[in-house]
């Protein structure tokens, strides 16, 4: 598509739950980026992809976060075992090649009780 | 201290008013992003700059690489251009982006 698309918009888990956040690039970029909002204005990046493969996990969690980009699938962010601090807005964003613009999306809300 | 600082955090303005946001950066970058983030959340990139200076409709942001400092600046505000303005800055091998803590703008009829 010709635009960043995230679902679900929101998502709410009770701590100790699983959450999975979906990410559909538009058509054609190859790169696909996740950042996590909290607090307003604090974003901490958290994982690329260069199409299927892992770009830089230098920002995941270690524990609980993993990420996947498949082919002809959505890329997907998944938490396991939610923590109140995992509540956030969650951006995807793509670009075509490693140095172009990034492109975001709508964002998810998780908001973890 | 924070590898991106802007300023001013806040800024109120009168209609029509020229605004000017900042934005040091203390790493190594490709290029720097200018983003804007509406009360509804969602983010739309405003520019991405690697030098000199660029202009779309009332916006116009600069960067000078040599002293690490960008400038997003607004002619004829109107109150639409209430919003968060972000600057990101890419860089590493990988191009992931920094960013900065936000501007928030307030223009007031």
């Known amino acids: 598509g010709e635009e960043v698309a995230q679902t679900p918009k929101h998502l709410v888990r009770g701590e100790g739950q699983k959450a999975k956040l979906y990410c559909a690039p538009i058509?054609?970029?190859?790169?696909v980026f996740w950042y996590q909002q909290v607090l307003k204005n604090e974003f901490k990046f958290l994982i690329s992809?260069?199409?299927?493969?892992?770009?830089?996990e230098t920002g995941m969690p270690k524990e609980r976060f993993s990420a996947k980009c498949l082919p002809n699938s959505p890329c997907s962010l998944e938490i396991q075992a939610t923590k109140l601090e995992d509540s956030a807005v969650y951006f995807c964003?793509?670009?075509?090649?490693?140095?172009?613009?990034?492109?975001f999306g709508p964002g998810t809300r998780l908001t973890v009780l | 201290k924070n590898e991106v600082e802007q300023s001013p955090q806040n800024l109120t303005a009168q209609e029509g008013e020229f605004i000017t946001i900042n934005c040091s950066y203390s790493v190594g970058i490709s290029a720097l992003h200018w983003l804007q983030q509406h009360p509804g959340g969602g983010i739309v990139s405003l520019f991405m700059?690697?030098?000199g200076k660029k202009k779309h409709g009332r916006l116009i942001a600069t960067i000078n690489i040599q002293e690490k400092h960008s400038s997003l600046h607004i002619t004829a505000s109107h109150p639409r251009d209430s919003a968060v303005y972000i600057c990101a800055v890419r860089g590493g091998a990988t191009n992931k982006l920094i960013f900065g803590t936000g501007t928030l703008l307030a223009v007031q009829p």
């Open positions: 058509k054609g970029h190859s790169y």
């Open positions: 992809f260069q199409n299927e493969n892992v770009f830089d």
């Open positions: 700059l690697s030098s």
């Open positions: 964003a793509s670009s075509q090649l490693q140095d172009n613009e990034q492109f």
